[in-house]
């Protein structure tokens, strides 16, 4: 039986307050705060803190661009963007390790084993030869990474060489029995061990981020807090649960959903974290943070092996690595992890994210390939049609407009900014791609949607507010109308999911 308004995995309701649609002032990817004319960058986002989110809710979330740090989530518009971000996916099935893939862990492995224990190995544990072949022509990715764990990795005995003593001759009087001398026991080099643990804060844990993000990313310690690392990489608002689920095999597993930190150790030190939102449908990388001792194993392309095999282990099926920006020289390792696919901002259906496709994001500003698609297929029509100079000017004025996201039953923002007007218009009558029509969100029931807040013991629908019945969806300072941007921007059929707590914190 669910459990309303508890916040726990039977409490069908997640909970979050919308900030509104507002602008940064600067870019952590490029770093600018104007453009190349001089005039202030335009960044915007539709922002909401979150308390309590189920998985479910939140896969939703992601699978419409949207994307969460600490307990912030949001949802960009790549039109107004100086580094648009658009969500990528990989079918981690379909993955195939690249030569460099194959490499790197190689590399490693070899570095933990270390070169004594595999040569005792072959002595002592040889592979068959239908064994050996295989390896040679199939690397299988899971086995490959768990092989060199320290659970799979058990002390050898190398084997007894006799000796006799050299004391007296063999056979003379006195002479001492050949003797076999105590076994020597071989350990790997190193014991490397992996952990899905909590996202919960630990000493060890920012010690990691501290080191990170000061010799990766050059931050300075003025930069770096407890605080910091704390809000955003601890103690998501993602509930954590467990679904029971059948796996191919027919065998029962249990799935977990919710944040989670991957953590890696050498030798009982803690020398890595991945931070994982683990969701009914993906494994979704939030942050991986690493040691600079074991910088020279590329530690980032290893920890995206392990989440690919994790959403192949776990039933999660993909891979999703994150936001994909074009411009971020950064982000571009993430095209080496293939077969990718690319979420169209504008239809939420996913294309194909071939190289051909790359090159358009390279290419444009903004891209969305079902309005590329439009666009192809009316040139199409047009072909072989004569063209009159009007015509010509009417197609030209389209296209510009279709590129614009200037359908006919919206209403856009205007693309002209100056100093002298920064003001933002209300989310409503902005060129967010995927933003219903006005008419469509005047349809929204949205009086029932529950409020929690400090100075009631219990939720009540928004219709109780005094001001509610007052007040238009359109007039950007009501409560009416961020509950009709928040709805617009999730979209309608989660409003029945969601509680808006006020609640002080």
Known sequence: MALPFSETADDPYSYLVPMGYMNSSSCGYCCKTVDDKGKPIRRLMFYATTKSLKPEFYQTLVDRCWRRSGKLVYRPNQREACCPHYTIRLDASA?????????????????????????????????????????????????????????????LQASRTRHRSKSKPAGTEGSEPDSLPPPKTIDPAHRFEVTLEPDTYTDEKYEIYANYQRIIHKEPDSKISKPTFTSFLCNSSLRRETEIERDESGGIREKKLGSYHQCYRLDG????????????HCVSAVYFMYHESIHEFNPGKLSAMREIALAIEGGYKWWYSGFYIASCPKMRYKLGFMPQYVLDPETYQWDAFDKKSQELYVRQPYVSLSRERRLLERAA?????????????????????????????????????????????????????????????????????????????????????????????????????????????????????????????
Not at 102 to 120: A, I, L, M, P
Not at 269 to 280: F, I, K, M, Q, S
Not at 451 to 464: G, K, M, R, V, W
């Open 95 to 155: 993955y195939r390790p690249t030569r460099d893939h194959r490499q790197t862990v190689n590399r490693f492995s070899r570095y933990v084993v270390g070169d004594e224990y595999t040569k005792t190995a072959q002595r002592v544990r040889p592979l068959s030869r239908e064994e050996a072949k295989r390896r040679d022509t199939t690397f299988d990715l899971s086995e490959r990474l768990h092989e060199v764990e320290s659970c799979n990795l058990p002390s």
């Open 269 to 280: 030190r803690l020398v890595a974290v991945g931070v994982l939102d683990l969701l009914p």
């Open 381 to 505: 029509e047009e072909d072989g049609k004569e063209e009159t100079d009007a015509k010509e000017e009417k197609n030209k004025q389209e296209e510009k407009k279709e590129k614009a996201g200037m359908d006919d039953n919206s209403t856009a923002e205007d693309d002209s900014f100056s100093d002298e007007d920064d003001v933002i218009l209300p989310l409503l009558r902005s060129n967010m791609p995927g933003l219903p029509t006005l008419e469509q969100v005047s349809e929204y029931k949205l009086g029932h949607i529950p409020i929690l807040t400090s100075h009631e013991p219990e939720p009540f629908p928004a219709f109780y507010l005094a001001s509610w019945a007052g007040s238009s969806f359109t007039d950007n300072a009501s409560i009416k109308s961020r509950l009709a941007e928040l709805v617009a921007m999730i979209g309608e059929d989660l409003a029945p999911n969601i509680c808006l707590d006020f609640r002080k914190q």
